[in-house]
């Protein structure tokens, strides 16, 4: 956006002078003011370094107002207490360069690696996956378009105590074949599986002394366990991609478990964690025989510590995880390379790491900054895996390995007794939740029976597509709108809410825009805008300042880690849609000055909530 680029130069002409003048190297960013009064764009940055200066902070917005006026003509800029540097910009200058500046290209910024979604390949997923997965999509989403180098990772837990749990079930309790994995909805049948198997292991310690052996045989290739993990997990992946695909969220990568320990990486790791004494062999007490990471913190008294191989030789989720997080780095080669395992309808082809003797031709990992999207509850973990980093001399990737944490999704009572559950919390382990297939399926249907209430369309397979757009963009919008520290609440009718701040009511927005763009073409109406556009009016100029701030939406939305600021932007703007198109008609306005100010501006609104749409990963719909 232009508006953002001229906030950048900004910011670097002020630098500059407080770096020439004062020997200041402070960074500066611009803000967006409550109110066009107060100006375009706005710097707050006197009042930080006024007692450093020994000045008045005022003075100092004054003082350097008047010794930068001619440096940053045709601009306006006014000083304002107390302490604020106001920007106006010229509206001919801003307008003549907005098309010019939407062809520029800029290079590739550096490498961002998000890892999300990482569902246990051992049952279907659920509705809690699908925050995670709707979240790490969009952030990634959001790098993109910032123009980083972005790598997805899908990081598959295939030999962990989750599958080995199922690997159990099948073998040992329900005595099925290999051949058993071959069936439709597997992920279904095993969801319940796991739920069994998960309560004769608590019950009886006969089954948890079974799984620990599963697991060390899963671990060491023994078989028939081994050939069990290894075809379920890739069954149980294939159902991941094809439900989170329903979303439009799609992968780069998907790094196995498994490839850790062949590719002797956790050996590598391992090593290095003994050679620097950060690793302590217990010889008594409860962890008798584990390795343990024994992490002190500056400022508190308690440590952090974490088993990492266990008394059996097996090695926990953590240990495999710092190995992970060393190669995502790049600090750690790994031996193993990629092969395609799954190609997308349009054509984008997500890759698995792999032992096997193939030529690896691609570059993935060697991260600039990794981004982990794990709930609340791995915090802990995630906190030893960053301290970790730090305590084996990589400050810098510690400090860039970054934990997006958020908080769990819950079920309404209203909602968990309309699909027959007595909890509204979701657990695995019980069985407790909603798959996720099956509430896109429920999501639907309800979103089918507003459509159908409305008779907007007669064709069954136009009905059936516009339910499952609308479907998507309830469920995205619901999920984004509420801050990652909040506890959701799922709820139907308000998610399908076509008024107020849902996903219906953004679509519904540029469903209205390109409606109206349409009438204006059967009405034989202009639709080109013609240039210059001269002397516009306040009104329409907020519309177009709002509508530039798309990148400062989203550059505050990665930096506070959260989507619902970018969101709320664009429910915002959809609202100040409305009301533009009720307070300018066009089909009946004759003055053709008039008319094509006012469309310029909807070619604004339509760019922006179009491009908004399209980065959040939701579908628009042509009638609602």
Known sequence: MLKDRLAIELSEIFQNYL?????????????????????????????????????????????????????????????????????????????????????????????IIIEHTNINPNKA??????????????????FKHLNYNVEVHNYIDNTGVQVADVVLGLIYIERKDLKFLDREKLDYYTW????????????????????????????????????????????????????????????????????????????????MLKEKNLIVFEEEGERKGCWVLPLKEKEEEESLEKILVRSNGTVTYTGKDIAYQLWKFGILDANFVFKPFYKYPDGKIVYESTTENLINDFSFGNGNIVINVIDVRQSYLQKILKEALKF????????????????????????????????????????IGVKADDFIDILIKRAREEIEKRNLEKNEKKIEEISKKVAIGALKIFILKYGKEKVITFDFDEALNFDGDTG??????????????????????PLKVFYPIDNLPEDLWRYLMLCQNFDLKVEKSIKNLDPSIFVYYLLDLAKDFHIFYTNHPFLKEEKEDIYN????????????????????????PDKM
């Open 597 to 620: 100010k006012r469309l310029f501006i909807l070619y604004q609104f339509q760019e922006t909530l179009k491009n908004g749409l399209e980065l959040l990963n939701i579908p628009i």
């Open 19 to 111: 770096k020439e003048k004062y020997n200041l190297e402070i960074l500066i960013f611009a803000e967006e003011p409550p109110n066009l009064k107060f100006g375009d764009i706005s710097f707050s940055f006197p009042l930080k370094i006024a007692k450093e200066l020994k000045k008045n902070p005022f003075e100092i917005a004054k003082e350097i107002s008047e010794e930068l006026k001619k440096e940053i003509l045709p601009h306006r800029v006014l000083p304002a207490p107390p302490g604020y540097i106001n920007f106006f910009f010229d509206k001919k200058f801003f307008i003549d360069n907005l098309i010019k500046f939407k062809k520029r290209k800029e290079k590739k910024r550096e490498k």
């Open 192 to 271: 319940d599986l796991y739920s069994k198997v998960s309560k004769l292991i608590e019950e009886d310690k006969y089954y948890l002394n079974l799984r620990n052996d599963v697991l060390k045989k899963i671990e060491e290739g023994v078989e028939p366990e081994a050939n069990f993990a290894k075809k379920l997990s890739e069954k149980m992946m294939l159902c991941h991609l094809k439900t989170m695909e329903r979303l439009n969220i799609k992968y780069d990568l998907l790094p196995k478990e498994s490839e850790i320990l062949k590719s002797k990486l956790w050996e590598r790791t391992f090593k």
């Open 125 to 142: 997923a659920h509705i809690g996956h699908l925050r995670n997965a709707i979240l790490g999509d969009t952030i990634a989403s959001f």
């Open 392 to 431: 084996l001399g990589y400050e810098k990737e510690s400090e860039n390995s970054i934990h997006f944490s958020y908080e769990m999704v819950i079920l309404s009572e209203k909602l968990s007794k309309q699909l027959g559950f007595e909890e509204t919390k979701i657990s695995g382990r019980k069985g």
């Open 504 to 525: 219906p009511y953004l679509q519904y927005a540029m469903v209205r825009i390109n409606s109206l763009i349409r009438k204006l073409k059967d009405e034989k109406k």
